[in-house]
């Protein structure tokens, strides 16, 4: 469950108006209440059924619905931890995950946490599916390896030494979050957990984002 508390609601029927847009969004809704807030102005908090919320996707919505309405904030939601853990579990369908983790961070450091949340998910998934084989040098092991890892979550094109994805998940939209250092990350902890790959530097080197066309990545090593 999560709660979430929205400034801005001292008409009447406030609280029916935001519980109905909610449950319209697909929500499924607990406890609804109107509180006071110390200056006695009206808030109103629904309790959600879901792990998390994209905040700000959520704050847009709402005001959306009526400008005095305002998200001022989201309790219960899941923690880093958990989200993190249930990455690894449900990927590759994680771009939602992705999102919500990055929204739990200020805009300051939200692509470092993206690039070490992708780096333990990477190096999980090398561990998973690819440590069994034996060892593969670059670019074999970027062929061999990475490039089917990461064909789970996108389109991927790859020469020796880059990857590119024209739709990436973790571009959501120029409303949306950028999350493309979770795979600047995932990359680095994948190959880094490789024994014979974990000297390579890996740098974004395009990104939709930023208006390039596609979103792609090098890879740089020494042979
Ligand atoms: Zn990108």
């Given at each position: 469950?999560v709660?979430v508390t929205?400034?801005?609601?001292d008409?009447s029927g406030?609280l029916?108006?935001?519980?109905?847009f909610?449950?319209?969004k697909?929500y499924r809704?607990g406890a609804q209440q109107?509180?006071?807030?110390?200056?006695g102005?009206?808030?109103?908090?629904v309790?959600l059924?879901?792990?998390?919320?994209d905040?700000?996707?959520?704050?847009a919505?709402?005001?959306?619905?009526?400008?005095?309405f305002?998200l001022v904030?989201?309790e219960?939601?899941?923690?880093e931890?958990?989200?993190i853990?249930e990455?690894a579990e449900?990927?590759?369908?994680?771009?939602?995950?992705?999102?919500?983790?990055a929204?739990s961070?200020?805009?300051e450091?939200?692509?470092?946490?993206?690039?070490?949340?992708?780096?333990?998910i990477?190096?999980f998934?090398?561990e998973?599916?690819?440590s069994?084989?034996?060892p593969l040098?670059?670019p074999v092991?970027l062929r061999?390896t990475?490039?089917p890892?990461?064909?789970?979550?996108?389109?991927?094109?790859?020469t020796?030494t880059?990857?590119?994805?024209?739709d990436?998940p973790?571009?959501?939209?120029s409303?949306?979050?950028?999350?493309?250092e979770?795979l600047?990350?995932?990359?680095r902890?994948?190959?880094?957990a490789g024994p014979?790959?974990s000297?390579?530097r890996?740098?974004?080197?395009?990104?939709?984002?930023?208006?390039d066309s596609?979103?792609?990545?090098?890879?740089g090593?020494v042979l």
């Open positions: 469950m709660t929205i400034s801005g609601a008409k406030s029916a108006r935001i519980s109905t909610l449950v319209r697909g809704l109107v509180a006071e807030s110390g200056s102005a009206k808030l109103v908090k309790s059924d879901v792990s998390q919320v905040k700000a996707k959520l704050a919505e709402i005001g959306g619905l009526n400008p005095d305002r904030a989201v219960g939601a899941q923690s931890a958990n989200l853990r990455m449900r990927f590759p369908d994680i771009a939602p995950l992705v999102r919500a983790y929204e961070f200020s805009p450091t939200r692509d470092q946490e993206l690039f070490q949340a992708g780096k333990k990477g190096a998934n090398y998973k599916e690819w069994l084989g034996s040098k670059m092991a061999r990475l490039v890892a990461l064909e789970k979550l996108a389109t991927v094109e790859a020796d880059s990857v590119t994805l024209s990436s973790f571009w959501g939209g409303n949306q979050v950028n999350c493309c979770f600047t990350g995932f990359i902890g994948f190959l880094d014979l790959t000297d390579t890996v740098q974004k080197a395009a990104c939709r984002a930023r208006g596609h979103c792609s990545y090098t890879v090593y």
